[in-house]
T-cell receptor, first 109, second 111 residues
Framework: RKEVEQDPGPFNVPEGATVAFNCTYS??????FFWYRQDCRKEPKLLMSVYSSGNEDGRFTAQLNRASQYISLLIRDSKLSDSATYLC??????????FGKGTRLSVIA | DTEVTQTPKHLVMGMTNKKSLKCEQH?????MYWYKQKAKKPPELMFVYSYEKLSINESVPSRFSPECPNSSLLNLHLHALQPEDSALYLC??????????FGSGTRLTVV
């Protein structure tokens, strides 16, 4: 089982749609969790950290379920500019961040 | 300064060339990383430096040689590369186990 698993997509959604990405991780000792966004031919950039209580940043909501070892990202009212690859990233403590393979999102006009 | 700066942005080199990639950060981060990323794949860890010392080498071929001259600089020396080494090379830094800040990368083509 891979350490961090994501649905690769692509997710093709119309503008204004709500889209959800899921991610599972295998190491129960994982300590912190992130979603990074990567545009085509650019570097990954931190979108948001993910906390057990759930957290929201504008149209983006992240959730963590430690019992199920599951992380999610919800994007509401999708914009064309949201088109990117979304990387689920996990920190297991003493090792570097572990990246999922990424989920591609295309928002269509 | 909240950036990681990488140079050059693009590099084309022959298989017999020697070149170096450079990375610089002035955020006081004590950990610095080299990643390799192929198209449509996630970043793949190559090396980790912690407090200027190499702490992780992910079994990277010796034709890639990292160097950390000081706490702000990280180099990747390249020699006798193969065409399959063509990729985006990303540098990142972090403070402890916190979030990583990535540079914009060097797009390397080996011909």
């Amino acid at each position: 089982r891979k350490e961090v698993e994501q649905d690769p997509g692509p997710f093709n959604v119309p503008e204004g749609a709500t889209v959800a990405f899921n991610c599972t991780y295998s190491n129960s000792a994982s300590q912190s969790f992130f979603w990074y966004r990567q545009d085509c031919r650019k570097e990954p950039k931190l979108l948001m950290s993910v906390y057990s209580s759930g957290n929201e940043d504008g149209r983006f909501t992240a959730q963590l379920n430690r019992a199920s070892q599951y992380i999610s990202l919800l994007i509401r009212d999708s914009k064309l500019s949201d088109s990117a690859t979304y990387l689920c990233v996990v920190n297991t403590g003493n090792t570097p961040l572990v990246f999922g393979k990424g989920t591609r999102l295309s928002v269509i006009a | 300064d909240t950036e990681v700066t990488q140079t050059p942005k693009h590099l084309v080199m022959g298989m017999t060339n020697k070149k170096s990639l450079k990375c610089e950060q002035h955020m006081g981060h004590r950990a610095m990383y080299w990643y390799k990323q192929k198209a449509k794949k996630p970043p793949e860890l190559m090396f980790v430096y912690s407090y200027e010392k190499l702490s992780i080498n992910e079994s990277v071929p010796s034709r890639f040689s990292p160097e950390c001259p000081n706490s702000s600089l990280l180099n990747l020396h390249l020699h006798a590369l193969q065409p399959e080494d063509s990729a985006l090379y990303l540098c990142a830094s972090s403070e402890g186990q916190g979030t990583y800040t990535f540079g914009s990368g060097t797009r390397l083509t080996v011909v």
